[in-house]
């Protein structure tokens, strides 16, 4: 008796035939896609392998909390403010247009984008420091956001069981670095899961090794990162009075533009037109030299601005004062505390066995919206009034 196929999984064949047929050379296929575990639902299921991905990233406990993480600033009454579920949009869509147009896997940049944030502290980059002064002084290694992002996806979600994603997906957010300056980035390919566990182990002592990603599409997340917040972080920080328009680099708005949509519009179209039929991407010199004078405007007009960091102090004890709280937990196994709670109760047996008590708290704050982490911070850190009677 001949077996019948089921007509979600010819679509399927269908669906990857396409992609053979209309991909790049430098593309990566939906099957090429490498898992660190087999999976009957990845192998039979109808969903191509980079799409699924997206989907649990989109679906993950994680992602759901990016909506009340901060992107620059922070502890601002101000709905118009771009928060990181935003970025994460900007990004999608920007590096999917990129991709879209050089004729790489969009599945496998939305995947990267979605994910590339997952592991920032709250506050930013700012609570990023703070925590990983913490975290270093606890003999655990630098915090860095790239790291935990994977750490989430592969090895906290889901109880401690990850969520089985590809190695190109968890290499791209690993490798997402935009704070780098690059006028071409081509990819390293070939890496194993070995690999990415010891660029996981290794990072977060030597923050300064570099990392480039494995795919094509990674390399667009990166690039595309850069062009998703520079523009919008000028448009946020005028709104909030912190500069002007006219104070935008003459070279940088005559090769770029001055607002947000014309300089997204200009560093798309750039990026495509050097990177058409390459085994790479990269800007033009001179969009380049541009784009680099206006990262450095950002970072000395906004970034570092002194109006913005009126509470970095008290956020930096909070962070210190909370960190020791938790670990307290931990080592007294207090159960009432939402370190348990909210964090460890039904953990795995395995995550627990791979992790010193540090970085468990480092997790469960990582984790942590600001509003969140400001609450712990009244629950645990403030004195409560007690009832009027015992």
Known sequence: M????????????????????ILSPHATPSTAAIHRHPEERVERGHRLNFSLDADRILHSLAYTRYVDKTQVFY???????????????????IARDIGRFLRLNEDLIEAIALGHDIGHAPFGHDGERHLSAICDRHGIGNFQHNVQSVRFLDRIERK??????????????????????EVELRPQPGKSFPD???EMELKPHNPQRPLVPMTLE????????????IGRDIEDAIRLNLVRREQIPANCAARLGITNGAIVYNLVEDVIRNSMDRDAVAFSPEVSEALRELKAFNYSHIYGNPKIKSEEAKIGRLFELLFEVYLEDFEKERR???FFSGFLDGMSPDYLERHAPAEVVRDFVAGMTDDYFL?????????QRMPSRF
Do not use: M
């Open 2 to 21: 001949v077996k019948r196929t089921s007509p979600l999984l010819e679509l399927k064949d269908d669906l990857n035939r396409r992609e053979a047929s």
């Open 75 to 93: 502890l601002i009454d101000n709905d118009h403010i771009t928060h990181r579920v935003l970025h994460v949009q900007f990004l999608s869509k």
């Open 160 to 181: 401690g069981r990850g969520w089985n994603l590809s190695l190109q997906v968890l290499d791209g957010i690993l490798c997402h670095d935009g704070e780098i300056h």
């Open 196 to 198: 990415l566990d010891r």
């Open 218 to 229: 990674g390399c667009v997340v990166r690039l595309a990162d850069t062009i998703s917040y």
């Open 336 to 338: 009432d505390s939402a």
């Open 375 to 383: 609450k712990q911070c009244q629950e645990r850190l403030l004195p």
